[in-house]
């Protein structure tokens, strides 16, 4: 994080906790997605959020090697049990 005259260090996994933790979604999301911590962003975005579609288009963005290891995360797994659902409901 950068202020105007220097930069500020500070552990950012418990900066999104925080900011999760007191409703800041968006500062979480932010965080995140900036220090690419993956299970941080997807978590933020799909249990406080709701925001599958966020997370699918993040999901796409990865490299090969860290969309692997997201696609054995339990986040994952609720997002291809959502598109069970839908399948079953469009049919």
């Known amino acids: ?5 220097r930069e500020v260090d500070f552990d950012v996994e418990t900066a999104i906790r925080v900011c999760r933790s007191a409703g800041y979604y968006e500062h979480a999301v932010f965080l995140a997605d900036k220090h690419d911590q993956h299970d941080s962003y997807l978590k933020t975005q799909l249990e406080d959020l709701h925001n599958y579609k966020k997370a699918l288009e993040y999901i796409g ?10 696609s054995l995360h339990p986040v994952f797994l609720m997002i291809k049990e959502l598109f069970k659902g839908l399948q079953l409901r469009s049919q």
Do not use: A, C
Not at 1 to 5: A, G, I, S, V
Not at 61 to 70: K, Y
């Open 1 to 5: 994080m950068q202020t105007k005259d």
């Open 61 to 70: 963005r990865l490299e090969f090697e860290e969309v692997s290891f997201v």
